[in-house]
């Protein structure tokens, strides 16, 4: 009797679970196309009224940085200032920079030499480039990300047309082998609630992406910007909680094709791109990290025992994660990929698990995180970050 009890709740949280997704997932969107007609004439904002300052904080960004910015300088309806923060940069970004500057008048380099004390280097960078923005959006984006050609006109009628004051985009990718998109899928998935809140403005519905992160210059000032970002990891989400404390609104979509950015070229490199993100996400709290690593061992454990248990509901329960693909095939052709990128989601979970340990492990281990070549303590990023 016990152990069908076991097997029945085992199987009835994972259903709930895809349930729970899939109602969240009604408001996880992709940001409507914008046809060349409403673009150039047919809107009540000509695209003379759209105007944007781009904020990029680069550093040792060689590879990319050059292909970044000119898909940005070709950016179709907007008129918008590029303002590149060169952070501490020891590679060729620097001279790359300066040279697209002297090419196009529109960008506007700013480097930084030194590191001020109690800031963490990417958010004095954005600090430093929104400071010098003089347009009504701010938008912040990342150096190795390549935008569609209407992006930003797109993002800012949308905005305007909802009347919201921040409007961001989650990354697309770059590479796109089957188990990048899995893993994309679900992570996607795991962030779905987070889209729910923000798009039905609920009160502590804030998200942001560092992909694509564009606010209104009046609100972005009003919430304190990066100055009340300066110690905070998880920057880009936290801009969006600053935003919906003050009562401004925000709208968050899928990226797609529309944002693409470099992850990395394996399901393995996301590992190593959470290290630092992962234990931040969870507000540096080891007992979080323990209940679901205790929850996925013990589920692990139920579902094998379920698949050799020789009962019916052994098996319903062994078989019951395979209904959270459903959520991930509707995710896949959301983004206009094939209903399978979803079938090794499932395959993935234990990855997204590790990477939860290694980044708690590491964090832990070296008493803090190390980015852009500078150490920051545990002790100093959990006074310092925004929750």
């Known amino acids: 009797m016990w152990v069908t009890l076991i097997f029945s709740i085992t199987a009835a949280a994972f259903v709930t679970m895809t349930l729970v997704t899939l109602w969240h997932m009604r408001w996880v969107r992709r940001l409507p196309e914008l046809d060349t007609v409403t673009l150039a004439s ?11 300052s781009v904020v990029i904080a680069a550093r040792n960004e060689e590879a990319r940085i050059e292909q970044s910015v000119r898909r940005l300088l070709a950016q179709r309806g907007v008129q918008a200032e590029f303002i590149v923060v060169d952070d501490r940069s020891t590679d060729r970004t620097g001279e790359i920079l300066e040279r697209l500057a002297r090419e196009d008048a529109r960008i506007r380099v700013k480097r930084v030499d030194v590191l ?52 961001t985009l989650c990354s697309g990718l770059a590479a ?39 606010v209104r210059a009046s ?25 919906r404390r003050a009562n401004k609104r925000t709208r968050a979509f899928i990226g797609g094709h529309d944002v693409e950015c470099l992850w ?13 993100n992962y234990f931040a996400s969870l507000d540096y709290r080891t007992d979080i990290v323990v209940a679901l690593t205790v929850s996925m061992a013990l589920a692990s454990i139920i579902l094998f ?10 098996v319903a329960a062994a078989v019951s994660p395979l209904s959270l693909t459903i959520p991930g095939a509707i995710l896949a052709r959301r983004l206009g990929w094939p209903w399978h990128c979803a079938v090794p989601i499932l395959l993935l979970f234990p990855l997204f698990q590790f990477a939860m340990l290694n980044s708690t492990w590491k964090t832990l281990r070296q008493g803090g995180v190390r980015w852009r070549d500078t150490f920051y303590s545990l002790e100093t990023l959990r006074a310092g970050t925004v929750k």
Request: include cysteine; charge should be positive; proline fraction near 5%.
């Open 219 to 243: 609100a972005y000032r009003l919430c304190g910007g990066y100055e009340a970002l300066r110690l905070t990891v998880l920057d880009d989400v936290r801009l969006g909680l600053l935003l």
């Open 176 to 214: 796109q082998t089957p188990l990048l998109r899995a893993s994309h899928l679900v992570f996607l998935m795991g962030i779905a609630t987070w889209f729910s809140s923000a798009n039905r403005d609920r009160r502590k519905g804030g998200v942001g992406f560092g992909a694509f992160n564009l």
């Open 42 to 52: 047919a809107s009540p904002l000509p695209p003379k009224a759209i105007r944007c």
């Open 264 to 276: 990395g070229t394996s399901a393995w490199s996301i590992v190593k791109l959470m290290e630092k």
């Open 305 to 314: 025992w379920g698949l050799f248990s020789g009962t019916p509901m052994g």
């Open 116 to 167: 001020p004390d109690g800031w963490l280097g990417k958010c004095h960078a954005c600090h430093v480039g929104a400071s010098a923005a003089t347009e009504n959006w701010i938008l912040f984006t990342d150096a190795d990300c390549w935008l569609t050609p209407d992006m930003i006109a797109r993002a800012i009628r949308q905005g305007e047309k909802e009347g919201v004051d921040h409007l």
